[in-house]
T-cell receptor, first 112, second 114 residues
Framework: DAKTTQPPSMDCAEGRAANLPCNHSTISGNEYVYWYRQIHSQGPQYIIHGLKNNETNEMASLIITEDRKSSTLILPHATLRDTAVYYC?????????????FGDGTTLTVKP | ETGVTQSPTHLIKTRGQQVTLRCSSQ?????VSWYQQALGQGPQFIFQ???????GRGNFPPRFSGLQFPNYSSELNVNALELDDSALYLCASSPPASLPYGYTFGSGTRLTVV
């Protein structure tokens, strides 16, 4: 699986949009981009995924560049409960999905 | 719809002992993966089970082994525990992987080796 690069930390004001970048310059054509977050050493929580089109769900939006070498997770109106470590990973789908490589993620701190 | 359940939540073992951690996958999920997360680091992939067989393994020694049962629940066994095995062990399940679903993680088992 391709590796990802994320900034170690970011701050965001409550109520503002949080934009979390991820670089995955070695991504393969059949690899999806996934985002998870982890709060207080609980298990990671799935947020969103995409292949090449932008995606939106009730939690967030995912913007993937046309060359697929980077992406941005957008939390449109961050709340204090969004303070967490955010992980961007890339992996193939299918029964041979196997190894998912998590980096150290981005620690997002939402401030009042 | 139940989520992923792991047991026990916390465990203290002595160096050299053996430990078994358990995971019940989410209903309808037939693929289970195990991860080790040291303090301050991201989860590290240990191995994945699909249809009761291991079908992917990370960079972990053979003393880390697992099982998946017909009901898709799973066990992680670690023999000859070392101090560095102290970590949060996470289990994740996913549905039949014809589509790129995200994983559902359990809350983990905190293992302390003394």
């Amino acid at each position: 699986d391709a590796k990802t690069t994320q900034p170690p930390s970011m701050d965001c004001a409550e109520g503002r949009a949080a934009n979390l970048p991820c670089n995955h310059s070695t991504i393969s054509g059949n690899e999806y981009v996934y985002w998870y977050r982890q709060i207080h050493s609980q298990g990671p929580q799935y947020i969103i995924h995409g292949l090449k089109n932008n995606e939106t769900n009730e939690m967030a939006s995912l913007i993937i560049t046309e060359d697929r070498k980077s992406s941005t997770l957008i939390l449109p109106h961050a709340t204090l409960r969004d303070t967490a470590v955010y992980y961007c990973i890339v992996r193939v789908a299918g029964t041979n999905a196997g190894k998912s490589t998590f980096g150290d993620g981005t620690t997002l701190t939402v401030k009042p | 719809e139940t989520g992923v359940t792991q047991s026990p939540t916390h465990l203290i073992k002595t160096r050299g002992q053996q430990v078994t951690l358990r995971c019940s996958s989410q209903s309808g999920h037939n693929t289970v993966s195990w991860y080790q997360q040291a303090l301050g680091q991201g989860p590290q992939f240990i191995f994945q089970y699909y249809r009761e067989e291991e079908n992917g393994r990370g960079n972990f020694p053979p003393r880390f082994s697992g099982l998946q049962f017909p009901n898709y629940s799973s066990e992680l066994n670690v023999n000859a525990l070392e101090l560095d095995d102290s970590a949060l062990y996470l289990c994740a399940s996913s549905p039949p992987a014809s589509l790129p679903y995200g994983y559902t993680f359990g809350s983990g088992t905190r293992l302390t080796v003394v």
